[in-house]
C-alpha cells in the first residue's frame, strides 16, 4: 500500500483521494460533489474561500459513489446542504461505462461500502461474470480491461435521461436529506451552447414521476458558453474555467 500511495498515480487515484478527504474531519457543512466538469470547477486546489467542501469526482463514479462519498463524509461531519453538480450526460450513467469496473467496481464494491449498494446496483455490478477481477486489481486499475459497456446496454432508447441507478440513489439521499433537515439540490455546469436545444422532455418526466422536481428545481435554468470555449462537449478550456465557475 505504501508503494502503491506514494510511488504511483494510478488511473482511480481521484477516487481515493476522494474516500480519504471524506473520511476526515472538516470545517464544512456544505459540500459538492458532482463530475469531471465540477471537478474542474471545485476541486481541492481552489478550496480556499469557499463556503462549500470540494469532493466532485468524475461521471464514472455515478450517483451510487456519489451517495457513498456523501454517506462517508457525513459520519465525521454535520451536514446542512449538498449540491450535487452534473452534465446532463451523468445522469444516463447506469454502470455501463468503458471505466466502471476500474471507477466503482475497484473502489467501491468491497467493505466497507457493500452496505450502500443496493440490489438493483448489484445486480448491474454481477452482469459481468469477471466483477470480482477489478476488486483483486484495485490497486492496479491499468490492469483491468473490462469493459461495463459491452454487458450493460442503455436502459432507455433516446439520449437524455436519468437511469435506472441514478434515480434509486438521488431517492435514497432525498430520504437522508429530509430525515436530517439537509438541504439538496441538483445543479448543471454551463452547457456549450449547441446543446440547449438537445430534448429534455424526457428526463423531465422521469423527475416529476419520481416525485424529485424540488431537488431539480434550477436545473433547467442552464447557463451556456460558447462551444468554442470548450474542449470538448462537456469541458470548458482551462482560459474560461474562472468564467464558467
Same mark, same amino acid.
Given at each position: 500500500?505504501?508503494?502503491?500511495?506514494?510511488?504511483?498515480?494510478?488511473?482511480?487515484?481521484?477516487?481515493?483521494?476522494?474516500?480519504?478527504?471524506?473520511?476526515?474531519?472538516?470545517?464544512?457543512?456544505?459540500?459538492?460533489?458532482?463530475?469531471?466538469?465540477?471537478?474542474?470547477?471545485?476541486?481541492?486546489?481552489?478550496?480556499?474561500?469557499?463556503?462549500?467542501?470540494?469532493?466532485?469526482?468524475?461521471?464514472?463514479?455515478?450517483?451510487?459513489?456519489?451517495?457513498?462519498?456523501?454517506?462517508?463524509?457525513?459520519?465525521?461531519?454535520?451536514?446542512?446542504?449538498?449540491?450535487?453538480?452534473?452534465?446532463?450526460?451523468?445522469?444516463?450513467?447506469?454502470?455501463?461505462?468503458?471505466?466502471?469496473?476500474?471507477?466503482?467496481?475497484?473502489?467501491?464494491?468491497?467493505?466497507?461500502?457493500?452496505?450502500?449498494?443496493?440490489?438493483?446496483?448489484?445486480?448491474?455490478?454481477?452482469?459481468?461474470?469477471?466483477?470480482?477481477?477489478?476488486?483483486?486489481?484495485?490497486?492496479?486499475?491499468?490492469?483491468?480491461?473490462?469493459?461495463?459497456?459491452?454487458?450493460?446496454?442503455?436502459?432507455?432508447?433516446?439520449?437524455?435521461?436519468?437511469?435506472?441507478?441514478?434515480?434509486?440513489?438521488?431517492?435514497?439521499?432525498?430520504?437522508?436529506?429530509?430525515?436530517?433537515?439537509?438541504?439538496?439540490?441538483?445543479? !448543471?455546469?454551463?452547457?456549450?451552447?449547441?446543446?440547449?436545444?438537445?430534448?429534455?422532455?424526457?428526463?423531465?418526466?422521469?423527475? !416529476? !414521476?419520481?416525485?424529485?422536481?424540488?431537488?431539480?428545481?434550477?436545473?433547467?435554468?442552464?447557463?451556456?458558453?460558447?462551444?468554442?470555449?470548450?474542449?470538448?462537449?462537456?469541458?470548458?478550456?482551462?482560459?474560461?474555467?474562472?468564467?464558467?465557475?
Amino acid at each position: 500500500d505504501y508503494i502503491y500511495r506514494h510511488w504511483r498515480r494510478p488511473l482511480t487515484q481521484i477516487m481515493w483521494e476522494a474516500i480519504d478527504r471524506a473520511s476526515r474531519e472538516q470545517l464544512y457543512d456544505r459540500i459538492i460533489v458532482g463530475d469531471s466538469v465540477a471537478y474542474q470547477l471545485f476541486n481541492a486546489s481552489n478550496q480556499k474561500n469557499s463556503r462549500y467542501f470540494h469532493l466532485p469526482t468524475n461521471a464514472a463514479t455515478t450517483l451510487m459513489g456519489h451517495y457513498i462519498l456523501l454517506m462517508e463524509y457525513a459520519k465525521h461531519n454535520d451536514l446542512k446542504e449538498i449540491v450535487i453538480l452534473l452534465h446532463p450526460y451523468s445522469l444516463k450513467d447506469n454502470l455501463d461505462r468503458k471505466y466502471t469496473a476500474n471507477y466503482v467496481v475497484g473502489v467501491f464494491f468491497r467493505k466497507p461500502y457493500r452496505g450502500y449498494i443496493t440490489p438493483y446496483a448489484e445486480k448491474q455490478i454481477k452482469n459481468c461474470p469477471w466483477w470480482f477481477i477489478p476488486i483483486w486489481l484495485r490497486h492496479f486499475p491499468e490492469l483491468c480491461l473490462i469493459n461495463y459497456q459491452d454487458v450493460n446496454p442503455p436502459p432507455f432508447g433516446c439520449n437524455i435521461y436519468i437511469s435506472p441507478l441514478s434515480l434509486e440513489y438521488i431517492q435514497m439521499l432525498g430520504r437522508y436529506c429530509e430525515i436530517n433537515q439537509v438541504d439538496l439540490k441538483i445543479v !448543471a455546469p454551463p452547457l456549450p451552447e449547441p446543446q440547449l436545444h438537445l430534448d429534455f422532455s424526457f428526463m423531465k418526466e422521469q423527475i !416529476a !414521476a419520481h416525485g424529485l422536481s424540488k431537488y431539480f428545481e434550477n436545473y433547467f435554468n442552464f447557463t451556456s458558453m460558447p462551444a468554442d470555449e470548450f474542449v470538448d462537449e462537456l469541458h470548458p478550456k482551462t482560459l474560461f474555467l474562472s468564467k464558467a465557475r
